[in-house]
T-cell receptor, first 113, second 114 residues
């Protein structure tokens, strides 16, 4: 069965510092992988997605993620965090059959001045 | 701009009431989804629909039902609300056929059952 693990429940970084959010997946076939961001009181917004090709994927707001099949990981990175990046981040794996996505439990990011 | 809208941002109901949560999308998407979001549990799928009048159970369908009479509208129904259904409810939609298509989310409805 598909599953997604985000091992970090909460991360605090200083503004301007680099960021890496971890995501590990369990999937039987070629995964379709997504990162979403949820600002307080809002729905989820897609940051980036991977389904084939180059394993380094660029997204919006300066984020990127790297797919590593050998590690079953799809970690999200940003070289310099802004205060507006404070939010909750969700990793998800897309459907192999049917239409069901599987989401991780989320990582809450706090940015300190 | 593509949009998924939900009928209420905040809702307070009493135990035993019948509750309707409405979701409308303007993107002509075939697939629509209802999730609940709870701290530490992430998003859990309640039901989804891949066509008008079609529905599939997700991971936690107990205590919920859904209705999709029109392509753009997907309703979540709590037949008899209970306090353990206090949660954030998120609706999403996506186009059919391509597994890598993203889901588009509404702003959510925070439901409190007293």
């Amino acid at each position: 069965a598909q599953s997604v693990t985000q091992p970090d429940i909460h991360i605090t970084v200083s503004e301007g510092a680099s960021l890496e959010l971890r995501c590990n997946y369990s999937y039987g076939a070629t995964p379709y992988l997504f990162w979403y961001v949820q600002s307080p009181g809002q729905g989820l917004q897609l940051l980036l997605k991977y389904f084939s090709g180059d394993t380094l994927v660029q997204g919006i707001k300066g984020f990127e993620a790297e797919f590593k099949r050998s590690q079953s990981s799809f970690n999200l990175r940003k070289p310099s965090v802004h205060w507006s990046d404070a939010a909750e981040y969700f990793c998800a794996v897309g459907p192999n059959t049917g239409n069901q996505f599987y989401f991780g439990t989320g990582t809450s990011l706090t940015v300190i001045p | 701009d593509v949009k998924v809208t939900q009928s209420s941002r905040y809702l307070v109901k009493r135990t035993g009431e019948k509750v309707f949560l409405e979701c409308v999308q303007d993107m002509d998407h075939e697939n629509m989804f209802w999730y609940r979001q709870d701290p530490g549990l992430g998003l859990r799928l309640i039901y989804f629909s891949y066509d008008v009048k079609m529905k599939e159970k997700g991971d936690i369908p107990e205590g919920y039902s859904v209705s999709r009479e029109k392509k753009e509208r997907f309703s979540l129904i709590l037949e008899s609300a209970s306090t353990n259904q206090t949660s954030m409810y998120l609706c999403a939609s996506s186009p059919a056929h391509e597994a890598y298509n993203e889901q588009f989310f509404g702003p959510g409805t925070r439901l409190t059952v007293l």
